[in-house]
């Protein structure tokens, strides 16, 4: 069965410093990824798909098949990264139904 | 252009009473999704619209949960009998329906959801 996994809750950094917020991801078929961010009082908005292999706010992320991996990365966190992230994965098909993860929440300390 | 909008966004029901929360896409969106957030949790998929057709409830919890679009815009999801484990955040979400490679992807665009308490 289709699943995502955010084991992190909870990921506090420094200002500055690196963050790695972790996806792996359960799935037969050709899995396409996402990374959605919720920041306070906001609605849920898409940050980044794999598709497309872009970096957005200075986020990245690598779909990894062997490691059925979709880690978030960012070199240089900033204050207003604080905020909810989760990894969406889309297993509907041409239908596009979404699973996500429980949510990260990634908090970037002054 | 606007986005998704959700109404009420807070709702207090006692144990019991049926509720009724709407969601308006975005215009000329086909596709609509609605989700269920409980607290600590990621969205969970409860229904999928094509247009004014519901082509998948397969995470509809119960049959107290039923969805509708009938002029496939706005959709209404509504509750019977609320029970106090249906407390969550109600999320809707609108896509536009791509065509040729991409057909059936694209972003899913999101509303800020209805909260609901059930007493």
């Known amino acids: 069965a289709q699943r995502v996994t955010q084991p992190e809750k909870l990921l506090s950094v420094f200002k500055g410093a690196p963050v790695e917020l972790k996806c792996n991801y359960s799935y037969s078929g050709s899995p396409e990824l996402f990374w959605y961010v919720q920041y306070s009082r906001q609605r849920l908005q898409l940050l980044l798909r794999h598709i497309s292999r872009e970096s957005i706010k200075g986020f990245t992320a690598d779909l990894n098949k062997g490691e059925t991996s979709f880690h978030l990365k960012k070199p240089f966190a900033q204050e207003e990264d604080s905020a909810m992230y989760y990894c969406?994965?889309?297993?509907?098909?041409?239908?596009?139904?979404?699973?996500f993860g429980k949510g990260t929440k990634l908090s970037v300390k002054p | 252009g606007a986005g998704v909008s959700q109404s009420p966004r807070y709702k207090v029901a006692k144990r019991g009473q049926d509720v009724a929360l709407r969601c308006d896409p975005i215009s000329g969106h086909v596709s609509l999704f609605w989700y269920q957030q409980a607290l600590g949790q990621g969205p969970e998929f409860l229904t999928y619209f094509q247009n004014e057709a519901q082509l998948d409830k397969s995470g509809l919890p119960s049959d107290r949960f039923f969805a509708e679009r009938p002029e496939g815009s706005v959709s209404t999801l509504k509750i019977q009998r609320t029970q106090q484990e249906d407390s969550a955040v109600y999320l809707c979400?609108?896509?536009?329906?791509?065509?040729?490679?991409?057909?059936?992807?694209?972003?899913?665009?999101f509303g800020p959801g209805t909260r609901l308490t059930v007493l």
């Open positions: 979400a609108s896509r536009r329906l791509t065509s040729g490679r991409a057909y059936g992807r694209g972003d899913q665009f």
């Open positions: 969406a994965l889309n297993y509907g098909g041409s239908q596009g139904n979404l699973i």
